[in-house]
């Protein structure tokens, strides 16, 4: 299969220059078994065995091979669709703000709560998938391969709209007003 073809089938889906997440899953659903034989292969290239009989795998030389390009476009897209699949937990979390956020007490139980996603696994995330225009408004995602960098991914920005709203206020609460003061202190005292 080339490279090209997929990529092409993948964009001739896109609506004004944007994916949806729904398209991006068929994609991925669709050439899930391409990409373990794939990754089979790739990953049995480059092998080294040592003097004392452990093998290792060597970096590959020189630029990417069409099928680590397809095995890196594909992971980008796998991961932006993981990150999908906690929009209608953060439009819960969203729910539930609007519940409390007159209450300190309960806002600092709701960060606290919510710890793990907004400092950790989504701490990235508006910084390394949000777009802006020359006049700094927010327009959709970009996903970025870095061995496909003439690529433009967009999706649309609907497709995370809870998840963006919810990182925006957890991002004043956690960061700017330092809520949880006693663990931000914990974290820049590790790193």
């Known amino acids: 299969m080339k490279l090209d073809s997929l990529i ?3 964009f001739e889906l896109k609506k004004n220059g944007i994916l ?3 398209i991006i ?3 991925l659903l669709k050439y899930s078994e391409f990409y373990k034989k794939t990754y089979d292969f790739v990953y049995s290239q480059h092998l080294f065995t040592t003097d004392d009989g452990s093998v290792i795998r060597l970096p590959p030389f020189g630029k990417a091979t069409d099928e ?3 095995l890196e476009l ?3 897209l796998d991961t932006i669709c993981e990150l999908n699949r906690n929009e209608q937990y953060f439009e819960q979390e969203l729910t539930e703000y609007q519940k409390i956020k007159n209450s300190q007490s309960e806002l600092k139980n709701w960060v606290t709560k919510n710890e793990y996603l907004g400092a950790d696994k989504y701490v990235c995330f508006l910084i390394d998938y949000l777009d802006y225009d020359e006049n700094d408004q927010e327009e959709h995602l970009n996903i970025y391969v870095s ?3 003439e ?3 967009y999706i649309d920005r609907k497709d995370f709209k809870n998840t963006i709203d919810f990182l925006e206020i957890f991002n004043e609460l956690y960061w700017v007003q330092e809520i949880l003061s006693e663990n931000l202190n914990k974290t820049k005292i590790e790193t």
């Open 8 to 10: 092409s089938e993948l």
């Open 20 to 22: 949806s997440i729904s």
């Open 25 to 27: 899953e068929w994609w």
């Open 68 to 70: 680590e390009k397809f």
């Open 74 to 76: 594909f992971k980008a």
């Open 147 to 149: 061995s496909l960098k």
């Open 151 to 153: 690529l433009e991914i």
